[in-house]
């Protein structure tokens, strides 16, 4: 009997930091059944949600995706041997439709995830000819090691786009960042797609390894351009944003130290606030349920709770926009 081919070492480390990376990024409640998607649920979802949408009169044409079907088909056959005792396989598949049945919602977005989609098949598609190439190569299996998390990374952006509050009513202004970042993981799959063909011809193994050197390279500079590129765009939007609504710092922070002061004059104010279950549930990385709602009579301590919890979540090195209302302050009561 044949022995089974070596597995990379660095080939699985790639594909398990990829796969860590987008399970903390899902909610356990959307990635349950994830392990039980077989390629075929999602093909037989993608028709349903079709049919939901030309029901709602937003017919979009779902055969596009069937060149990523395919292709996903033919990869996950050469990845068998990587993911052989691991949970990553049905991770290359199982977000499609989570993702496209949130985007369903607002058609515009579903097209340009679409598109996204169509580009990765056509990566996928040498995969067909090249399933049976290379098993015993620890370099063919760090690339297609790089495949697989460039594909885990799209579904991750394009799973944070899709489940971000109000993503519909900000997906004009927002979209174009999230473009950026999109391109840059397509991007670098064209580059791999050039690395395998190199490969698979056997021209020239040295220069393979320099392109996987170049790859690296590209990937690095292509991350801090987009890093640039978005703390750019979101130090704009929110000049823009602070412009348009003549933003007064003075008297939000008077405000907020006014009512924090309160939660602090008895020692032990409000610590039971964060013992408290539901509280310590929302305050998780990945709560159940992402609103937290107070309701209490006016005066019963509803401000001061809120800014101990303000208080304990900047402590804990997050970042954290709020904004109070008092009748002590006209402008606080402006934008609301």
């Known amino acids: 009997m044949p022995l089974a081919p070596a597995t990379s070492t660095l080939a699985r480390q790639t594909m398990k930091s990829a ?52 292709g996903l088909e033919h990869y996950a056959k050469v990845m068998d041997v990587l993911c052989n005792g691991t949970p990553y396989l049905p991770w290359i598949w199982a977000p499609v439709t989570l993702i496209l049945r949130v985007a369903s919602e607002y058609v515009e977005a579903f097209e340009q995830i679409i598109k996204g989609y169509a580009r990765i098949a056509e990566s996928l598609e040498r995969f067909q000819i090249l399933q049976n190439a290379f098993d015993n190569s620890s370099d063919f299996q760090v690339t297609l090691a790089a495949f697989y998390a460039d594909i885990l990374h799209f579904h991750r952006h394009g799973y944070k786009f899709v489940r971000r509050n109000g993503w519909k009513l900000l997906f004009l202004t927002s979209w174009g960042r ?19 063909d190199l490969g698979a011809n056997a021209r020239d193994i ?9 790859i690296r390279n590209w990937r690095e500079e292509g991350i ?22 003549k933003l007064d710092e003075s008297d939000r922070l008077a405000i907020f130290d006014a009512i924090s002061a309160e939660g ?10 964060l013992k408290h279950p539901k509280i310590q549930s929302w305050l998780q990385s990945k709560p159940d349920v992402p609103i937290l709602w107070l309701q209490g ?27 109070f209302c008092t009748y002590a302050y006209a402008s606080s009561k402006k934008y609301v």
């Not at 040295?206 to 170049?214: C, G, L, P, V």
């Not at 602090?264 to 606030?273: A, I, L, N, Q």
Request: aromatic fraction near 8%; include cysteine; charged fraction near 25%.
């Open 297 to 323: 009579t006016p005066g019963s301590g509803k401000s001061v709770i809120s800014t101990q919890l303000v208080n304990f979540i900047e402590s804990a090195g997050s970042f954290v926009i709020h904004h």
């Open 206 to 214: 040295t220069e393979a390894r320099q392109m996987r050197q170049d």
């Open 224 to 245: 801090g351009r987009v890093k640039v590129f978005e703390e750019e765009q979101a130090s704009k939007q929110y000049q823009a944003v602070a412009s348009w609504m």
């Open 19 to 70: 796969f860590e990376d987008l399970n903390r990024t899902i909610t356990p409640a959307d990635s349950r059944s994830f392990h039980s998607i077989t390629l075929q649920d999602v093909r037989r979802e993608a028709i349903q949600i079709e049919d939901e949408l030309a029901a709602r009169q937003c017919l979009r044409n779902m055969r596009r995706l069937t060149p990523l079907f395919t």
């Open 264 to 273: 602090t004059k008895h020692p032990g104010t409000c610590e039971w606030v």
């Open 178 to 196: 999230f473009q950026r970042r999109f391109d840059n993981i397509l991007d670098d799959m064209k580059r791999h797609e050039t690395l395998i």
